[in-house]
C-alpha cells in the first residue's frame, strides 16, 4: 500500500516551489518594474545594476509570497536607496500595510503614486485600489473633553490632538493624555480598529481653589 502523506507533501512543495518561480520570471520580464530615475546612468552600469537590482526585487516578491512582510521591506528598502522608482515604493506600501502600519502604508501609495510613469497604468491603478481600500479601513479616533476643559492640550500618542475631530490612526493601542500647564490632569488608554471610528471622552477636574496656580 503507498502512503499518501508524503506524496501529498511533495505536491505542496512543488506547488510552493512553481508559485515562487512565477513571481522570480514576473519580476525578471516585466519592462517597467525598475526604470531608472537618473536617466544619465551608461548603458554598462545600467545593465548591471540592473541586473542585480532584479535579482533583489524576485528575492523580495518571494518573501512577499510566503508572507514575511518585514524580511521583504527590508529587501525593497534596500533597492529603493539604490534606485527608487514608483513600483518598488508600492511594494514598500504593501509591506507596511499587511505589517498594519496603514498611515505608513498610505504615505507610501501616495508617493509611489506622485513618482509613477503614465506609461506604466497598471501600477497606477494598482495604487488607487490600495489607497481606495485604505480609505475605508482607516481606523478614526475622536477625542472629546469635558469638565474643567479651560488651558488643557490633549495629545494623542504623544502628539498634539484636536477635540472633536476625527483623527486617523493605525490599528492597536493608543493612549490619550490631557495636560494643564504641561501636567497630565487626564488620560486613557484604548485601542482602535479597522473600518470603527472610537470616542474617547477625557473628563477634567478643577483644580481645588486652595492650589495655587502657576
Known amino acids: 500500500m503507498i502512503n499518501a502523506a508524503p506524496t501529498s507533501a511533495l505536491r505542496r512543495r512543488s506547488r510552493r516551489r512553481a508559485a515562487a518561480l512565477g513571481l522570480i520570471c514576473w519580476a525578471l520580464l516585466s519592462p517597467s518594474w525598475l526604470h531608472a530615475q537618473d536617466d544619465g546612468a551608461t548603458d554598462a552600469q545600467d545593465d548591471g545594476a540592473t541586473r542585480a537590482l532584479r535579482l533583489q526585487f524576485a528575492r523580495g516578491l518571494t518573501l512577499e509570497g510566503a508572507g ?50 503614465p506609461a506604466t497604468p497598471a501600477v497606477l491603478a494598482e495604487i488607487d485600489a490600495r489607497l481606495q481600500d485604505l480609505e475605508g479601513r482607516m481606523p478614526r479616533i475622536v477625542l472629546n473633553l469635558a469638565g474643567a476643559t479651560e488651558g488643557v492640550t490633549v495629545l494623542l500618542d504623544g502628539k498634539v490632538a484636536q477635540p472633536s475631530r476625527a483623527i486617523r490612526v493605525d490599528p492597536g493601542p493608543h493612549v490619550a493624555v490631557a495636560l494643564r500647564h504641561g501636567i497630565p490632569v487626564a488620560a486613557s488608554a484604548f485601542s482602535s480598529h479597522e473600518r470603527r471610528t472610537r470616542f474617547v471622552t477625557l473628563t477634567v477636574h478643577p483644580v481645588p481653589s486652595s492650589a495655587s496656580e502657576p
Open 68 to 117: 514575511r512582510w518585514a524580511d521583504a521591506l527590508d529587501r525593497f528598502e534596500a533597492i529603493a536607496r539604490r534606485r527608487p522608482t514608483a513600483n518598488v515604493t508600492f511594494h514598500i506600501g504593501l509591506c507596511h500595510e499587511r505589517l498594519g502600519r496603514l498611515r505608513k502604508a498610505e504615505q507610501t501609495y501616495q508617493d509611489a503614486r506622485a513618482t509613477a510613469r
